[in-house]
């Protein structure tokens, strides 16, 4: 984990922009926000410790920032009757363990392997977009 406080340069003005996009793909698209973000948070983190802390802190940060946008973009989807419970039911416990499972994982695993499995995940999804 980096503990050091961070400081926040003037070419970091780009930053609300980003982060602006992140929660407008995400509450558009449902997904890609994350990917936004991802950069967004490498960049903050960059040259604050060793690139495996660094990777680590991005990817936890990620997911913390992105909940509440998701939770968020669901109440206004649910608000229209855009929400299927019974698929959300159905598919929200398996997830979480999935998710408790892929935090044990990022620890466990080095930081290019986890990079590895998220470039061929961003290839394999943009290929099946494609078509």
């Given at each position: 984990?980096?503990?050091?406080?961070?400081?926040y340069?003037?070419?970091?003005?780009?930053?609300?922009?980003?982060?602006?996009?992140?929660?407008?793909?995400?509450?558009?698209?449902?997904a890609?926000?994350?990917?936004?973000?991802?950069?967004?948070?490498?960049?903050?983190?960059?040259?604050?410790?060793?690139?495996?802390?660094?990777?680590?802190?991005?990817?936890?940060?990620?997911?913390?920032?992105?909940?509440?946008?998701?939770?968020?973009?669901?109440?206004?989807?649910?608000?229209?009757?855009?929400?299927?419970?019974?698929?959300?039911?159905?598919?929200?416990?398996?997830?979480?363990?999935?998710?408790?499972?892929?935090?044990?994982?990022?620890?466990?695993?080095?930081?290019?392997?986890?990079?590895?499995?998220?470039?061929?995940?961003?290839?394999?999804?943009?290929?099946?977009?494609?078509?």
């Open positions: 984990m980096i503990t050091k406080k961070l400081k340069s003037a070419r970091l003005w780009w930053f609300v922009p980003a982060t602006l996009a992140a929660g407008v793909i995400n509450g558009l698209l449902g890609g926000g994350g990917v936004i973000m991802l950069y967004v948070v490498r960049a903050v983190l960059k040259g604050r410790g060793d690139m495996e802390a660094v990777q680590k802190d991005t990817f936890a940060t990620v997911v913390a920032i992105i909940l509440p946008v998701s939770v968020v973009s669901a109440i206004s989807y649910a608000s229209k009757g855009n929400l299927n419970m019974d698929i959300m039911g159905v598919l929200t416990i398996p997830a979480l363990i999935g998710g408790i499972i892929g935090a044990y994982l990022t620890d466990k695993l080095p930081s290019r392997v986890v990079r590895g499995i998220f470039a061929l995940l961003v290839i394999i999804s943009g290929v099946r977009m494609i078509f």
